[in-house]
Each structure stands twice: as structure tokens, then as C-alpha cells.
């Protein structure tokens, strides 16, 4: 549990984006998470050098898991900086710098942490975190101070000393600044890194992540999008989240302690055994006879300005309609790309007014069905199609 304050620059009162800014991954969400991509591919990290850029060692389950699970994953390095701007400070202080003044605690410094191996270090027959924390101890070269420079401070995932062991790094692995989001995810591209990070799943439609989904650059990670995600928080913000009280939406309270909570999932461009999975379907006839959750339609609605049918939920996708469907975006948790493709949504405008979008259908008119939004949808269609069209 998280017991020190430190106050921060940050008025903590401010948007959603910048609490979640200050959402502290949990070990067992990260591990399970990874664990899903070594049974599809135990080699996954092997020989790699894993970075994550927006995680305090003494404080991020990333760094724990990675450092702790080094030689199993058989991780040639592994390289974790913290931000200058961090207001968190917790426990397990091992270095003087976090904790000068008598626990009058200064703001953290910068610091990246470079680990090239993991043995036997404390001599107690055994290989664990704990040897992880005698090897940083003791090995002053594997802690370098980041002094940023005028235009970021030190361990902005921007700043050139940063983006100097991004360019070391083979798989980037964290859960950035939500805030940053975007600007965050096109580094990685502009550097062609592979990478597993946590998003908000309001991203999807981003016009700068939208079409990186649609191109199969990016796409989502093993854990279900619907999974309730809760994540550690500092102090003051969960104080602020408390003074909100909307408990259930914001947060929750579990053994007592107040937990974040947001819709989170996982981007990713590593592959997974998830994503190839074919999804079962049944005929639009039969879908309209025996599906419970579309039991007295008649017909598959229509949008009023593209075309293509609405489908309400995933499994009611018609294993026989060849043209464009409007899926809920819970759809991409069941995507298979050999099965389907995500459509431009432009192409399929029948009106010719209605606006270009860079995105999905938003709920808004471009959903609309007889002037009635329904709920974001994305378009998609299945493969067989476009593939026996390609072979005209
Ligand atoms: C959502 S928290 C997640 C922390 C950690 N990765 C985890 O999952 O537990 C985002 C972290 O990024 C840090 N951060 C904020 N802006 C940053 C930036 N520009 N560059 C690097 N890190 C930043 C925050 O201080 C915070 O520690």
C-alpha cells in the first residue's frame, strides 16, 4: 500500500486523463497478460531487450515482473526509466536520492535502471527479486541519472536520452501517461518497435490509432476488453477520486483500499494465439430464429447514411452476409484477421454529405438508424470477399 505524499505540481482535481495519468499497474494483471503471448510463443521475448519508458523501478510491477522473470523469459536486457515529473513515491525505498530529508521526500529523480542479468546475488541458492535489489546496490553503473534537457525532463519518454535506449530496445512494455496517448503511440511506430502498453479503450477511435488497427499495425491484447481492470493510485488521488464519489464508475473500494478504475485494454503489435481463433457463427436466418438477443427482428437494420447492416452484438456477426457490418467495438476482442477485415467507413457512405471520418461510426448520426443513434460501430466484412475479389 502506498503511504508517502508528495505534492505534486499536478492539481490533481483535473481531467479524468490526468488521474489516469497516475495509475499503477498491478503485478498479476501484467503477468497474465504476458503469460497469454509465452503460450502462444514461449520465444516471445527471448534474447530481447524489453524497455519500459514510463515506469519508477521501485515502484512499477513492470519492472518487478520483467526483473523477476528475467532468465525464464530469456531476456538479453532489460531497461526501465522513471520521469522527473512523477508525484508518486512509495514504499520499498531503496536508494538514498528517493528518500532524503527524513521522509520529507523530494520529487523522485529521473534514473534509468539497465539490467543485463539476474543470478544468484544475496548467495541463497535461489534467483529473486531479491537478488535483483542486492545487484542494484551494489552495481552503480546499472543506475544512470536522466537530466532531460530544456525541452523535457529527465525520463520523458521524449526526451533524447530516452529515445536513445528506445532505439536499444527490441519490445517497449508499459502503461503510459493516458494523456500522452497518442503522441506516445506514434513514437513507437516511427521507430517500427514491437510493444504491449496499456490504453484507454476510448483510443480505438482516435483518428491517429483507428486507421493503425484497420491496417493490422496495432490491435488488441489477450485480456477482454470487458475485464474490470483496477489499478494502485497515490494517495491524492485517491483522495480526489473519493471526494468525486463515484465509486463503482472512478474507483473501487477493495479490502478497504481505494483501487482506480478505467476503461483500460491493451494495444499491441505482437501476436497472440487469441487473434487467430476463428469466431463461430451462425447464418442471418438463423441468428434471426434462434438468436435470444435478437429474437423478434425481422431484418437486420440498416444505417441511414452507409451501407451496411447493424449488428448488435459480436456473436450475432452472419456467418453469410458478404457486405459491410456495423460491429460493437467489443467486436476487436474477437478479431481474427484471417477472418474479417475492419473497413474504411468512408467507402460505404451513401450519402455524400456526410463527413469524412478518419474513425469508426460514433454514436452520432454517422450510427444512426431512421435519425436514432445506436452505439459506436466499427465496419467490417468477412475476408472471403475481398479475397475472391483480389483473385478476379
Ligand atoms: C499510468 S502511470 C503508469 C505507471 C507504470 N507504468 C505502471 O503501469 O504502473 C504513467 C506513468 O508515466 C509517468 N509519466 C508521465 N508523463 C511522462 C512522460 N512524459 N514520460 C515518461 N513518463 C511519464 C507518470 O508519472 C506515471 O508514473
Not at 536513445?164 to 503522441?183: C, G, H, Y
Request: proline share 6%; net charge neutral; glycine share 6%.
Amino acid at each position: 500500500m502506498r503511504t508517502a505524499v508528495h505534492a505534486g505540481n499536478r492539481t490533481l482535481s483535473n481531467a479524468k486523463a490526468a488521474k489516469q495519468d497516475e495509475f499503477y499497474t498491478q503485478y498479476d494483471d501484467i503477468q497474465k497478460e504476458i503469460e497469454a503471448y509465452l503460450e502462444y510463443d514461449p520465444d516471445t521475448f527471448r534474447g530481447k531487450v524489453v524497455y519500459c519508458n514510463c515506469d519508477d523501478p521501485y515502484e512499477s510491477n513492470f519492472f518487478k515482473y520483467f526483473a523477476a522473470n528475467f532468465n525464464r523469459l530469456g531476456l538479453k536486457r532489460l531497461i526501465t526509466t522513471s520521469y522527473d515529473g512523477s508525484p508518486i513515491a512509495g514504499q520499498g525505498v531503496l536508494f538514498p536520492e528517493y528518500d532524503a530529508d527524513n521522509g520529507n521526500r523530494p520529487r523522485p529523480k529521473a534514473l534509468a535502471v539497465v539490467i543485463d542479468r539476474v543470478q544468484d546475488e544475496d548467495g541463497d541458492g535461489a534467483v529473486s527479486i531479491a537478488d535483483v535489489e542486492v545487484f542494484l546496490k551494489t552495481n552503480n553503473a546499472a543506475r544512470i541519472p536522466l537530466k532531460g534537457n530544456a525541452a523535457y525532463p529527465g525520463g520523458d519518454f521524449r526526451s533524447p536520452e530516452c529515445i536513445e535506449f528506445l532505439k536499444q530496445a527490441d519490445i517497449v512494455v508499459t502503461n503510459p501517461p493516458f494523456s500522452l496517448f497518442r503522441e506516445y503511440v506514434a513514437q513507437l511506430v516511427e521507430h517500427g518497435k514491437k510493444f504491449l502498453i496499456i490504453g484507454n479503450k476510448n483510443a480505438i477511435t482516435y483518428k491517429e490509432i483507428f486507421p493503425l488497427i484497420k491496417e493490422n499495425k496495432i490491435w488488441l491484447g489477450v485480456t477482454p476488453m470487458g475485464t474490470d481492470l483496477l489499478f494502485d493510485v497515490p494517495p491524492q488521488v485517491a483522495e480526489a477520486m473519493l471526494q468525486s464519489g463515484k465509486e463503482g464508475s472512478n474507483y473501487k473500494i477493495v479490502n478497504g483500499k481505494v483501487m482506480g478504475r478505467s476503461t483500460a485494454v491493451w494495444f499491441t503489435n505482437l501476436d497472440h494465439g487469441r487473434r487467430h481463433q476463428e469466431l463461430q457463427l451462425m447464418t442471418m436466418a438463423d441468428n434471426l430464429r434462434y438468436n435470444k438477443k435478437l429474437r423478434g427482428t425481422m431484418a437486420y437494420q440498416r444505417y441511414d447514411n452507409y451501407d451496411a447492416i447493424e449488428v448488435p452484438f459480436t456473436e450475432a456477426i452472419p456467418s453469410d452476409y458478404d457486405g459491410a457490418m456495423g460491429v460493437p467495438i467489443t467486436f476487436l476482442d474477437k478479431y481474427n484477421p484471417e477472418q474479417f477485415e475492419i473497413l474504411n467507413a468512408n467507402d460505404f457512405r451513401t450519402n455524400p454529405n456526410t463527413p469524412i471520418k478518419p474513425h469508426g461510426l460514433i454514436k452520432d448520426k454517422d450510427s444512426a438508424i431512421n435519425g436514432k443513434p445506436t452505439y459506436v460501430r466499427i465496419l467490417i466484412r468477412h475476408r472471403r470477399k475481398s479475397a475472391q475479389e483480389g483473385a478476379r
